[in-house]
DNA sequence: TATTGTTATACTCTATAACTATA
DNA sequence: TATAGTTATAGAGTATAACAATA
């Protein structure tokens, strides 16, 4: 028995209030559901969402792996073993900034081009599959209150008291 | 420098597509952000999200683990965790079923039961607070279209190809 | 044989720390 | 001194397996 929403997102339902709606579990569940989806649908041309962005965005203009981990949001360790996931698809190569010997630029291959174009269009689909959905007049509505709601109460997220972290033990 | 947003909930943000506006992202970050504000919300009084979701279940009904652990989507595993974390804090009890030995019921102390009206009262003012920022018609168009996406075409995950899993090493 | 709850642990994910090369 | 990228690893989170007691 399996319990893939617990395992994937932590996800926990909330109780359900009399009064007020459940927003928790209306956005956990939602978005929780779209990645199972866009996650299964981009496998099937062997990216993850994190292989998918970077490659677009480093289509767009010539960018270096942490510039490219602003802006998906990634960590810079988590962007190294994305780009050598890239790498080892033939998808991307790691290219000497001209301008700074420390930085490396992220090239898009021809194949990886290719991706990309297909990965976007998946993408879309999976959104409009879902948008698809909506009557016209609704859909208008809900995605205004969701750009309404990103950029203004929910744009930033409360910080967390971080945990403490000890030294790491390395050999002599 | 922290990245939380990557940490906590994996959130990779979408390529902005052209034809499709980037329902990932607007729904990844919205539930992220509402989650660690109802983390934040609810830690000052001690609690965790899994905490309160057991709390206010098990003091609707007499319940075992095994039926509190379905209704919260959690593993079984997750739950003795969850219900040793609320022993420890004097807010509920491990009670053998009358009906089978096997079985515990968890039962909500006195104590339990006001910091579980407390946690509701915070739970809906989260909610509340971030509902409360719409013009009236939208709140409601709102909320309509996202229970329409989690029962209708979000309704259920799409199964990932678990990943495979040794046995386990144990002492003779 | 199947199920409840438990312990032990394997696995994934992701950030922190330390380090190298360069600015 | 500070930054880009890398490696190694710590730590959180969470599921799987095995097990004991019971059905």
Redesign the interface.
């Known amino acids: 028995m399996?319990?893939?929403?617990?395992?994937?997102?932590?996800?926990?339902?909330?109780?359900p209030?009399r009064?007020?709606?459940?927003?928790?579990?209306?956005?956990?569940?939602?978005?929780?559901?779209?990645?199972?989806?866009?996650?299964?649908a981009l496998a099937e041309i062997g990216l993850?969402?994190?292989m998918?962005?970077v490659l677009?965005?480093a289509l767009e203009a010539e960018r270096t792996q942490i510039q490219l981990a602003e802006?998906?949001?990634?960590?810079k360790t988590?962007m190294v073993v994305t780009v050598d996931a890239l790498e080892k698809a033939g998808l991307a190569e790691r290219r000497p900034s001209s301008t700074d010997r420390r930085a490396r630029i992220i090239a898009v291959t021809e194949e990886g081009a290719r991706v990309a174009r297909q990965s976007?269009e998946i993408?879309?689909r999976v959104?409009?599959?879902?948008?698809g959905?909506?009557a016209t007049s609704?859909?208008e509505?809900?995605?205004?209150?969701?750009?309404?709601?990103?950029t203004?109460?929910?744009?930033?997220?409360?910080?967390?008291p971080?945990p403490v972290r000890r030294a790491r033990q390395h050999e002599r």
């Open positions: 399996t319990d893939r929403i617990a395992k994937l997102v932590g996800m926990t339902a909330m109780a209030s009064t007020s709606p459940d927003l928790s579990y209306l956005l956990d569940h939602a978005s929780h559901v779209l990645r199972t989806r866009m996650a299964a993850t969402s994190r998918h962005c677009v965005h802006i998906g949001d990634m960590d988590t976007q993408v879309d959104h409009e599959e879902a948008l959905t909506l609704n859909r509505v809900f995605l205004r209150v969701m750009n309404q709601l990103v203004g109460h929910l744009a930033k997220p409360v910080e967390a971080g």
